[in-house]
């Protein structure tokens, strides 16, 4: 569990690994580093996701990442969080199409939730889609600006914009089971 923590902890920092990394050491290196991590967290950890192909962003990740370790390109390495953010996409996208959606699946592993819930947290679940899509293509712009550019979006303010995402959802989520009057989510 602190592995896992510590683990997610050093992606969440990705931006900033990379940026003061590349400074001192080779592109492989840390895609060395990171992919090893990334193996220890996808073989090690207990993996009780309530979202199936959710293994597809971290075998994305590994992939990406081992590529890396022998392309040795910092370009490669900057592309890691448009890489996240369409895989994220993907399995959002998929879930829509084959039903249940990733947040009805997360709602309903508290809850059982009614059939409102479940068209509300489809909604979500499209709204996600489209934070991932903005999200990779404002990645993917600035992966061709300056390391400083590329870090102050990707370290900061993607996930700025996730919390403002996260906080608005809440929002909206409490006025929507105000008005359903079920329990179901919390």
């Known amino acids: ?10 992606f969440l920092f990705y931006p ?13 290196i840390i895609a060395l580093i990171l992919v090893s991590l990334t193996l220890l967290r996808f073989f090690f950890a207990k993996n009780n996701s309530t979202i199936p192909l959710i ?6 990740a590994i992939l990406l990442l081992s590529f890396n370790v022998f392309a040795n390109s910092a370009f490669v390495l900057k592309l890691y969080p448009v890489v996240i953010s ?16 990733v ?7 508290r809850n059982k939730i009614t ?31 300056t ?14 914009l996730m919390g403002i995402l996260f906080v608005c959802e809440w929002l909206v989520r409490r006025n929507f089971k105000k008005n359903d009057r079920s329990d179901y989510i919390t």
């Open 147 to 160: 390391d400083e550019y590329w870090t102050l979006y990707n370290g900061i303010i993607s996930y700025v």
């Open 1 to 10: 569990m602190i592995k896992n923590i510590v683990i997610g902890i050093i």
């Open 55 to 60: 293994k597809i962003v971290s075998i994305n």
């Open 103 to 109: 947040i009805t699946m997360i709602a309903s592993a």
């Open 115 to 145: 059939e409102n819930a479940v068209i509300y947290t489809q909604k979500v679940t499209l709204v996600w889609c489209v934070f991932f899509i903005l999200n990779g293509l404002i990645a993917l712009w600035t992966v061709f600006q």
């Open 86 to 101: 369409f895989s994220f996409f993907s399995v959002f996208i998929y879930s829509i199409i084959k039903p249940p959606s």
């Open 16 to 28: 900033f690994i990379v940026f003061i990394g590349l400074k001192w050491l080779e592109p492989s």
